[in-house]
């Protein structure tokens, strides 16, 4: 401490604090002579510091160091029987958490004049603090003192000195940053600058991992050049390190993305920026490190933080690259790209890029189609000197052609009776584009409308643009309108897409029928946000995606012609509903006119019958559908509901974007206020229902005694609403389903709980609610079905249930619903159980009389109903068959043959028959809910 305090003030460095990530370990066999209560730093001990006439004592090996303690022994005397308690009591917890050493520390930090210094000394202290081990008890030590401050920090803050925070930023620098998280927090960490000359350190050590957590966890990324940080994190395949690094600083973010985008430049050459930045080669994913990888994450980022695509033209390039690709093999090799399409797609690649001009021609002339090649050519004015000889030639034939229209179009108007024609005239096709159409169109829908089918368009998706719906189609039997989502919403409000919604979607008289409808809802309700709310209480919409599956799964052969037919001329394999179109009436959907650029105004005739006919297929294949399952009695809901998943599943870039938020859409006022005029509640009274995402948070109250309802991982949010409004339950969730979930089931009804650790949340919810917990509610209820009943059965009484079971398992009497089928270990042991205790005739009589006598003894008032049968706190216990109330099997076989001798009382549940009694595992549940108990008080 004073060689520390003596270079600070001299305005040097602190002296280094070895790093186990640095080379540095620890071996017991470095040091053979080490007086107590004196401290040595390995890289500067001399020999005048050791015992012994100055001979050397301290057997060195090269660069292995070993640094000395903070602090000193005599500082706390207690200090060693503290230690020796902490790692009696971790030694004893085989699940090592928190909450086994938590009580005990607090009791410490409570009697101690400085906690800081006490946490330090007593996390430096165990013999596990060196391996630099998340599952040890130095960083479970930190992790209590953290929770422990965290309310008292106002309290103690006089004693946290700098000298006390350089020590903590040691003390987690040099165990390989696993304490980092907790002493940040603790200590206070944030914007200590007195670090940067250690961050630097590990810069020029090249030890970009540990550099790049410190810089984060400390916000200190002002004081470094990002490109000497995050570039070297690239290289070493650990982009969400660098992800971190720039997530809070919008600058930041920008100039990433820029480095991105210079490194996906086609002129750049990786071994010599890895040469540039002097990256060690062991430490640099080579294979991992391209130009396709660099242009994933860029797009990735580039939507997750908001920044313009534009800003990026070398990822803008490679995007364009990639969709020109695409369309070229969808219309060449597929055949499921029409020529207008691909031109349409074409013009919007390419754009008045000179590189991507170039590109195209190569490609074309790659496909065999050095004429076309040679039309663009001419069309975008591509230099000549530049053009392969092909399409020199090419380009000396073409005639009027270059200057016209592409040669489709007539081909295009002729029926192709390959394909599913559409049976309605274009007569009876409305196109609205104005406020005044589309509330004509929704008065006519809603009076004479019993059966409509649905679809939407939307043009594709170029590089990294988002998509958005262009086109909505509505089909009645002998009327199609058709939705111009392009121009109506200059002259719509969001009042007017409202009333559409409720009185289409939510109109019971009217079924709605679409195809895999998810994606096209999902795209309506981003289009035109004010709607998702009603589109949540929709009616009488049917996905016949789902019910042709439905109906498959009761007959398999349902469809009789699921093959194209040899030699029909159709080269593209049925999918989707042009599969289902075919398989129901004979001929596939034209599915060639899907990657229209739908944005593009008038619309061609082509698209025009695409999109009607996509719409009106759906009521004939329906009819279809209906027609055969009857004919063939299926007992099917013919009308299944649609989930409402399309309303909370979210893309992986929305759900990063919704943690970047921090849940700060959610009032806070929701989460952690305690209302004062609520009144209590008692925990095992209290009821809530928990969605998919906090089932541990779930099972943690449900220790405590609270009535908990928790949803399996295939339910859907709104499932949590319905059992809320039924059983008056409180919802708990998290993120984005609680803004739907509170307007289903009400103010005060739905909490947004905030991410942590599980103890924190259960405090939370409690106090939010005004719930009271005491030592009577942890586990007032079962663990397994949430029954809230139990039956007190003596040790005597158990051990003859437990006897007879046995003895009805051997005989294999028992139900297969009631007991499991025992294999492995436990069949070995139950085997054994059941000769001893069915062999020994005299011993099993004795205690099958025995127990008749002490079961008829404690029956709290009740009658003994026969010699088998006893009554206990009002249940009826059947010695015989071993269940409770007559339908309820005791599931005493899985009771350890050792607990069954020596305990003398068992709660079993009424509900489910589990069994339980009484053991340290109560102990630790209320250390565990510490803060909660101390909450009640």
Known sequence: MADWEDRRNEGGKPPRIPSAKAGYRFDKRD????????????????????????KPHLVRRPEIKQPGNFLPHEMFPEGPEWVAN????WAKDKKKSVATIATYLSQIFDTVENPFLAAIYLTETPADYFPGRWNSLSTMVMNAFENWIRPKKDQYKHYLTEEIQRMA??????????????????????????????????????????????ITALDLQRYFNLREVALPLILQDRAPLAEAYVRDYKDLQVSFVSILDELCAKTVNFDDIIREMDVPVACVQRQKVNRKGLNKLASKLIKLFNIPIESCPNICHMRNLGSLKYALYKHYVEGSMTKENLQEMIEESVGENPLLHEELITLLVGFGDSARAAWWARRLRVPHDTLPSSVRLATKELGEWCDGADDDGAARDATDTRYLQLKLSLESVYYIDTVEQLRQAVEFLSQHATVVGLDAEWKPSIGTKKER???????????CFLLDLVALPDTTTDSDWEDFVKRIFCNEKILKLGFAFDTDLSMLSKSFPSTKEHLMGMRRVV??????????????????????????????????????????LGRPLDKREQYSNWERRPLRKSQLVY??????????????????????????????????????KRTKIEKNQAKLKEYGSIPKEYMIALDPHRAAVRAHDFRVVVDTMLQGLGRQLRRCGVD????????????????????????LTMGEPYQSLRNHVGEGMCMSVTPGPLQEQVVQVLRQY???????????????????????????????????????????????????????????????????????GDRADDVGRHGDDRGAAVEDGGEASGGSMMALDGHTIDCDAVTVNGAVSLKVAAVPQGIVDKVGLFDCCVTCGKVYWDGSHFGKVCAQFADALELTK
């Open 31 to 54: 040091v053979t002579v080490q007086p107590p209560g004196r401290n040595y730093d390995r890289g500067h001990a001399s020999m005048d510091d050791l015992p012994g006439n100055g």
């Open 86 to 89: 902490l790692q009696m009591l």
């Open 169 to 214: 930023f040691a003390l987690a620098n040099r165990n390989g940053l696993v304490l980092l998280k907790f002493v940040v927090q603790a200590f206070e960490l944030k914007n200590c600058a007195f670090s940067c000359e250690d961050i630097e350190d590990m810069l020029n050590r090249k030890m970009y991992k540990e550099a790049s957590l410190v």
């Open 469 to 479: 719906m262009s086109l909505l189609q509505i089909a009645t039997r002998d009327k």
């Open 543 to 584: 996905d016949i995606f789902t019910l042709n599956n439905e109906l498959k799964k009761a007959c398999p052969d349902l469809h009789v012609n699921s093959h194209t037919p040899a030699g029909d001329g159709v080269s593209v394999q049925y999918r989707g509903l042009s599969e289902l179109v075919y398989q129901c």
């Open 611 to 648: 999109a009607v006919l996509d719409a009106c297929c759906l009521l004939e294949v329906y009819d279809v559908l209906i027609a055969r399952a009857q004919q063939r009695n299926l007992d099917v809901d013919l009308e299944p509901a649609i989930s409402s998943g399309w309303a909370t």
């Open 708 to 731: 908990v309802c928790i949803l399996n991982n295939n339910d859907y949010h709104d499932v949590a609403a319905k059992i809320a409004q039924a059983e008056g339950r409180v919802v």
């Open 770 to 840: 005004n719930v009271t917990l005491t030592p009577e509610d942890i586990f007032s209820r079962c663990q397994v079905c949430n029954g809230g009943e139990y039956v007190h059965i003596p040790g005597d009484v158990m051990r003859r249930l437990w006897q007879r079971k046995m003895q009805l398992l051997a005989a294999g009497e028992h139900a297969a619903n009631e007991e499991p089928e025992y294999t492995g270990k436990f069949a070995r042991k139950l085997r054994r159980a059941v000769h001893v205790n069915t062999h020994d």
